[in-house]
Nanobody
Framework: QVDLVESGGGSVEAGGSLRLSCTVSGDTDRYCMAWFRQAPGKEREAVAARNSASGGTKYADSVKGRFAISHMINTRDIVYLQMNNLKPEDTATYYC??????????????????WGQGTQVTVSA
């Protein structure tokens, strides 16, 4: 069982930065961790994914070069999403997700079976 709790959302002007955190409970040693987002009236879409074992990452084309996913395992297990040069179209509820994986991290939503409750990000023009 893996529990995920997101935090760090908020409101920011275009061009600004935010860092989202996903606090993880459970053993994610052989897991892929990912961030997804859902804007009002739109389907949920993948943002970034990372293989906890290999460190490999994958990003949606819309965020490449602006967002970075990382996973800090120390006294706490936290997955971060650093978001730079934010745009109004990045406005959405952001969700942390996890799944067992052995290969490259995937951006396929259906593969992820553990989800957090989401955190809201609003980017104003």
């Amino acid at each position: 069982q893996v529990d995920l709790v997101e935090s760090g959302g908020g409101s920011v002007e275009a061009g600004g930065s935010l860092r989202l955190s996903c606090t993880v409970s459970g053993d994610t040693d052989r897991y892929c961790m990912a961030w997804f987002r859902q804007a009002p009236g739109k389907e949920r879409e993948a943002v970034a994914a990372r293989n906890s074992a290999s460190g490999g990452t994958k990003y949606a084309d819309s965020v490449k070069g602006r967002f970075a996913i990382s996973h800090m395992i120390n006294t706490r297990d936290i997955v971060y999403l650093q978001m730079n040069n934010l745009k109004p179209e990045d406005t959405a509820t952001y969700y942390c997700a996890a799944t067992r994986c052995v290969n490259s991290p995937s951006l396929r939503e259906g593969l992820y079976n553990f989800w957090g409750q989401g955190t809201q990000v609003t980017v104003s023009a």
